[in-house]
């Protein structure tokens, strides 16, 4: 199967850069994939897609402003965008990479210093002066996409967070999320519908584009995950009564797939890809955005929903002026 395959026109215009102004009230495009059928919603309206008994899963993982900037010797600027947040050493994309030699200093806003040193997984082994998390804490920016044309603003910093999120450790933010708010899933309880969580730190891996035309030569990054006792045990339980899986987004769908079949407490990093010809073992019904073409979250959607289903709906989403990404419109797949 060629990656080429998976590409799709989308105009410019159509990139969100900026989220809802209410978090429910983005556009819902409901895919039914028993009766072809492609429906137009508001995403509160996801409320009449549940039955007492079903199980929504979410992941919990919490964005990190991951982005830091400073400055070299030569007074050049740089950016340093963490991958990861260990400390002394950890991993990050430096900007501009050919030019930041190893061992080379640059100073933060902060005034820390950062020693660049040699290559990563996929960037640059930096070192630390003190915690990383803090130094991120006080003058890191929201990691938003490159296909956000603007700088970060102080309303990012609430707007690309989910609101139960409560595990830092992401660098990109699990956006299918961003769509609920406290009182939908309150509404969403109280139908009967049990709410579950798992983490998985979403990274640049999940984001990074694929290299190669034969979609099975690509590896994917690996990522932190923890599926919780609770969650396995509901997961269990719901499958056994008839009720169904939603998983809300791609990121929880990867954690949850890769934990089957034996559906335990499990925690540990996964690069788990999934493309068309996967079979799904876990989730019923998946909470999704809208992808960029060619993408790995691209060809996780067409494996669950069937490449040409998902491309006839993207087809219609374009034509319907749905807004795309991270910040952009939601879909069901039932």
């Given at each position: ?18 989220p809802s ?9 409901v ?6 059928l ?47 947040t ?15 030699k190893d ?62 999120g ?143 289903f998902i ?5 219609e ?16 797949i039932?």
């Amino acid at each position: 199967m060629k990656l080429s395959e998976f590409d799709y026109n989308l105009p410019k215009e159509l990139i969100a850069q900026y989220p809802s102004e209410k978090r429910d009230g983005c556009r819902l495009m409901v895919l039914d994939r028993k009766t072809r059928l492609i429906i137009h919603k508001t995403f509160e309206d996801i409320l009449g897609y549940f039955n007492p008994g079903d199980l929504l899963i979410l992941n919990n993982t919490k964005v990190i402003p991951a982005r830091l900037f400073g400055k070299r010797s030569s007074g050049g600027k740089v950016e340093i965008f963490l991958l990861e947040t260990k400390y002394p050493i950890c991993e990050a994309l430096v900007k501009p990479g050919a030019r930041v030699k190893d061992g080379e200093v640059i100073v933060l806003e902060s005034g820390d210093e950062v020693e660049v040193m040699g290559r990563g997984d996929i960037g640059r082994q930096v070192k630390f002066n003190r915690p990383v998390e803090d130094i991120a804490t006080e003058i890191g920016h929201m990691p938003l996409p490159p296909y956000i044309d603007r700088n970060d603003e102080e309303s990012d910093k609430q707007n690309y967070q989910t609101v139960y999120g409560a595990k830092d450790g992401a660098t990109a933010s699990p956006t299918a999320g961003l769509h609920f708010t406290p009182e939908l899933l309150d509404k969403i309880k109280g139908v009967g519908v049990r709410v579950g969580f798992v983490t998985l730190h979403t990274n640049y891996g999940t984001f990074a584009p694929i290299k190669t035309d034969d979609i099975e030569m690509h590896k994917m990054h690996r990522e932190n995950f923890e599926l919780p006792a609770e969650t396995a045990r509901a997961i269990v339980e719901t499958k056994k009564s008839g009720g169904k899986v939603f998983a809300v987004g791609t990121t929880t769908t990867r954690t949850l797939e890769y934990c089957a079949p034996d559906i335990v407490k499990r925690s540990g990093q996964t690069d788990m890809f999934i493309y068309p010809g996967y079979k799904f073992k876990i989730v019923d019904h998946l909470i999704t955005n809208f992808h960029l073409p060619k993408s790995t979250l691209m060809l996780l959607v067409s494996a669950f929903a069937g490449k040409n289903f998902i491309f006839d709906a993207y087809k219609e989403a374009i034509a319907e002026q749905y807004r795309f990404f991270s910040y952009g419109d939601s879909m069901l797949i039932l």
